[in-house]
């Protein structure tokens, strides 16, 4: 048992310097949507509520580590140190104008840990994504009209994004009074925003002949605070069944960190434009609630609401050539996630009995304008299980197996759908490190 528990607690110590370069490796993006706004919104959730859709407003237990509402925390065993960590593999389909591709991509997507300081009060910390940018394509683009014939030049662009931004949180839930908790996240947000641009350019006439390439780089390294409060209502309806009822806020705020524009021709000095303060984050309002049955059935939803119209982005003018922090580029954001968990016999003797089966939805509108255009709605299935490590009945650590389907396209016609089929796996460990022996 010390072992394993200083084997965990390394684990937990050298995962956050060590995602950022796996997420840099392979991020578990892949797409072009990735190169607007901060990039793809990370599926911030755990193992086991991410086999539900998603759901965590009024998911609150003992045995599990829920950091998307820290009221949660006050409900953490006494007796047990929980740690949980998970990682994804995905394969993406890509469609365009009746053509398509097919990419593969893996991540890691959580490491958090929790415990119970004392009675009613309990605290997590931990790391995970918050965006991800990843992506490779060439098309043609326009670079003007032929000087003799006046015909449109095309030219074969290569567009390349990488980075991402990550979340390293602490965070606190204390229950005052039965029923009702409290509690709060705090953390820095850190990353890297990378998009590459390089057109190739030739001209052949009888009057001139041009070659040459024109890169430009979009750069940004970013530094910040993230938190956010929540709370939880919980109330026994009779002796097998109760109700809760969650929220949190998310705090939006202005990212007092810059970002450059560089250009330059045949590899010749860079140019460079510089957007002061060009990110904002936005305030976040989620609402859920949850009903469980004689632990046996639960069923929740939640819904949220995140406020990015109001924040800015740096964005290049071409006529005025300036790069600035603007609005305009984002949209508000509504999410919606449905889950369920059904467990036969959580404390019964057979192992198949004790297995944990997950199923939920979700649909999401679009935080992001392409080109003007609204950006891709997302809707998706999932399902999961949560198998338990051990065959003893008392066991409370799982192995959490989850698949998800995500399908990802914008109303605009000639955008790229994108079909998404991701397995989660996670381990919760759930060991009982703080109970006190007694000897005779």
Not at 148 to 174: D, K, N, Q, R, S
Request: glycine share 12%; proline share 3%.
């Amino acid at each position: 048992m010390m072992k394993l528990k200083h084997t965990l607690i390394l684990l937990f110590l050298v995962a956050p310097w060590t995602v950022g370069k796996t997420a840099a490796q392979s991020n578990g993006s892949n797409s072009s949507y990735s190169r607007y706004g901060l990039g793809i919104l990370s599926d911030q959730s755990n193992g086991y509520n991410r086999a539900m859709g998603g759901v965590a407003q009024g998911l609150r237990s003992g045995n599990r580590v829920n950091f998307l509402n820290p009221a949660s925390y006050s409900s953490v065993d006494s007796l047990t140190f929980l740690f949980d960590v998970g990682m994804s593999l995905q394969r993406t389909r890509m469609v365009q104008n009746g053509s398509h591709d097919a990419v593969n991509n893996t991540a890691f997507d959580f490491v958090t840990a929790g415990f119970r300081m004392r009675k009613g009060l309990g605290m997590s910390l931990g790391f995970k994504p918050y965006t991800r940018i990843g992506y490779s394509f060439a098309q043609e683009v326009s670079v003007g009209n032929d000087l003799t014939t006046g015909e449109l030049i095309t030219c074969p662009a290569v567009y390349t994004g990488e980075g991402g931004l990550h979340e390293a949180f602490i965070g606190a839930g204390w229950e005052p009074f039965k029923g009702f908790s409290f509690g709060a996240n705090v953390g820095i947000l850190w990353g890297n925003i990378n998009h590459n641009i390089a057109t190739a350019l030739s001209q052949n006439s009888e009057e001139t002949t041009t070659d040459g390439t024109i890169a430009i780089v979009y750069d940004a390294p970013i530094i910040t605070w993230k938190g956010e409060v929540g709370i939880q209502y919980q109330t026994l309806i009779n002796s097998t069944n109760r109700f809760t009822l969650g929220a949190t806020v998310g705090i939006g705020h202005k990212i007092h960190r810059d970002a450059s524009y560089i250009s330059s021709t045949n590899g010749s000095t860079a140019d460079t434009l510089v957007a002061e303060n060009a990110f904002e984050l936005p305030m976040t309002y989620s609402f859920g609630l949850a009903w469980e049955h004689a632990e046996r059935f639960l069923i929740a939803a939640d819904a949220h609401f995140e406020q990015w119209g109001k924040c800015t982005t740096p964005q290049f003018d071409n006529r005025s050539i300036t790069y600035a922090a603007t609005e305009g580029s984002y949209m508000n954001r509504l999410r919606f996630n449905v889950g369920a968990e059904y467990v036969p016999g959580r404390y019964d003797r057979p192992y198949q009995r004790r297995i944990n089966y997950r199923f939920g939805g979700f649909y999401s509108t679009p935080y992001l304008k392409v080109n003007g255009q609204n950006g891709p709605t997302e809707f998706g299935l999932t399902a999961g299980v949560g198998l338990p490590i051990t065959n003893a009945i008392n066991n409370r650590s799982y192995v959490n197996v989850g698949l998800q389907w995500t399908h990802r396209s914008a109303s605009a016609t000639g955008f790229i759908r994108e079909n998404i089929m991701q397995i989660n796996i996670g381990i919760t460990f759930n060991e009982r490190w703080f109970m006190k022996w007694k000897f005779k």
